[in-house]
């Protein structure tokens, strides 16, 4: 079982920049492909990113690609998400979650395959 807690949310002008923390309390960490999630009212849950156990491999929904990058730290059992040229668009609840992935594949993206959640945190981006 993984503990996932994430912080960084808030609230930024359009073209601002967030950095976003997944925190892990689990000595298995360096396990678990970790991903990203965002959900905005009345919508789905929706895949944003993902990196591997080792952080050498990671996946972007085209919506993010290029503003977004996602990586770890391993030995301190965290995942980031910098989020550059915000849009109004990606105003959500952002999740980490955790799954025992040993590569990312497209199939994978789905919320239903990423068994370990975090409560969330609130990004919201104003015009």
């Known amino acids: 079982q993984v503990h996932l807690v994430e912080s960084g949310g808030g609230l930024v002008q359009a073209g601002g920049s967030l950095n976003l923390s997944c925190a892990a309390s689990?000595?298995?960490?360096?396990?678990?492909?970790m991903g990203w999630f965002r959900q905005s009212p009345n919508q789905e849950r929706r895949f944003v990113a993902a990196i591997t156990v080792g952080g050498s491999s990671s996946d972007y929904a085209d919506s993010v690609k290029g503003r977004f990058t996602i990586s770890r730290d391993n030995a301190k059992n965290m995942m980031y998400l910098l989020m550059n040229s915000l849009e109004p668009e990606d105003t959500a609840v952002y999740y980490c979650a955790g799954a025992a992935f040993s590569r990312l594949h497209r199939a994978n993206r789905g919320p239903k395959n990423w068994p370990f959640w975090g409560q969330g945190t609130q990004v919201t981006v104003s015009s």
């Open positions: 689990e000595y298995a960490f360096s396990r678990y492909a």
